[in-house]
């Protein structure tokens, strides 16, 4: 019988060396030596493994790499130096110019950005479909379509797509089924256990919790991964060995504190749905969420961020910010610190207007990421900002 979550997030570790470390090490080195000439020469032929330029590879985020393949159920992976230049690499270095994706409509902000600035460049296109209705998927194929690139639970609309049939549709077409698994993060949700080919994450959020340090990694399988290292080697988006060290050991209380911050979202929800000043709330495992039974059936719990629109639409949600003593303003979230986000004017404000509407994205739309403070103290402040509307 395999080991739990929580044992594999922990005991997942680079070797011990001589000095007997209880804690992996930092290798702060920019390469590795060779036992001798013909030594070289096998590393670079790939006739034997092992560490040649931390470009190319380092203990420190293979620990992590390995960690996440063990969370996530998958084959292999690469690490980089933040969450979009995993997607970026996810894309850039499996398409070809002419290739098409299908994309679920509610993709991050900066996402949309690649997909319609940069990959046009080299005739990459693409199609949005709307992830909550899977009957919209197959008429929006094209011959020349690769990939289904998809978010679920998205940013910041906090849809959910039925990942056992966005499998099934990527396995009848021969298509790569690559999912951003940020939100969810493994604890919450394993992708893999449904047939994705890809898991991407921005480790910049959950998986490091506390808005320290940036990073990102695709998993998957071992083929297509393979081709990515390749990329990745040459195009070096790669990962610090520092800040793959913070993020292994970051991995070792994600259990613990994806259970609070989903104890405390699901908490602070309720308390929104109940206010007055509030006109609606969504939450992947509030039974109002229209998705519920979906993200009961998908996700282990239902995350750590949370969505609402206060009355008064965009004046409201200004207000109401404006109006906070505690809690963040800022555009990041998955951090200690419960923090407070307008995707309109921040995260989404490269949208046109009609673009954001289409995926939920309202004037008024409020994106709450809810930390580990108590959550009494977390409520007194959502409340008396509401209280003043």
């Known amino acids: ?21 209880h804690s992996s090490p930092v290798y702060l080195t920019s390469s590795f030596v060779f036992d001798s000439a013909e030594h070289g020469r096998e590393l670079f032929a790939n ?20 960690k996440i393949c063990e969370l996530e159920g998958a084959d292999d992976g690469i690490a980089t130096a933040s969450g979009m230049a995993a997607v970026f690499s996810s894309l850039v270095g499996l398409l070809d110019s002419g290739d098409h994706i299908l994309v679920g409509r509610s993709v991050f902000g900066s996402t949309h950005q690649i997909l319609t600035e940069l990959l046009p460049r080299w005739n990459i296109t693409h199609t949005y479909v709307d992830i909550t209705d899977p009957g919209s998927w ?20 906090l849809d959910i797509l039925d990942l056992q049939k966005a499998t099934d549709l990527s396995k009848k077409h021969e298509l790569i089924l690559n999912v951003d698994n940020c939100f969810a993060t493994p604890y919450l949700q394993q992708p893999g256990q449904y047939g994705a080919d890809l898991i991407i994450h921005s480790a910049t959020k959950f998986i490091d919790g506390q808005g320290r340090t940036l990073g990102g990694i695709i998993v998957g399988r071992e083929d297509l991964i393979e081709k990515l290292r390749f990329f990745a080697r040459h ?28 104890s405390n979202a699901l908490h602070l929800a309720g308390f929104l749905e109940k206010h007055e000043n509030v006109s609606w709330v969504r939450y992947p495992f509030l ?3 229209p998705q519920f039974k979906l993200a009961k059936k998908q996700m282990a719990q239902g995350g750590g961020v949370l969505v609402f629109h206060p009355e008064g639409g965009y004046s409201g949600a200004r207000l109401f910010i404006d109006k906070l003593r505690m809690l963040s303003l800022s555009s990041n979230l998955g951090d200690t610190r419960t923090i407070v986000t307008h995707p309109a004017s921040t995260t989404h404000s490269k949208l046109t207007e009609e673009e954001r509407l289409a995926v939920g994205i309202t004037p008024g739309l409020v994106r709450i990421s809810v930390g580990l403070e108590h959550i009494d103290d977390i409520i007194d402040d959502v409340a008396q900002a509401l209280d003043q509307l």
């Open 235 to 262: 195009a070096g988006p790669a990962m610090s060995p520092f800040n793959a060290w913070v993020l292994s050991k970051s991995l070792e209380t994600l259990a613990v504190r994806m259970d609070r911050h989903c």
């Open 138 to 157: 197959e008429p929006a194929l094209r011959p020349e379509t690769r990939m289904f690139f998809l978010e679920t639970p998205s940013n910041p609309g």
């Open 287 to 289: 039974p109002s969420h």
């Open 47 to 66: 006739e034997t493994e092992g560490n040649v330029y931390s470009r190319y590879s380092n203990p420190n985020t293979d620990e992590f790499i390995r």
């Open 1 to 21: 019988m395999g080991r739990k979550f929580e044992t594999n997030a922990i005991r997942t570790q680079t070797e011990r060396s001589q000095n007997r470390e």
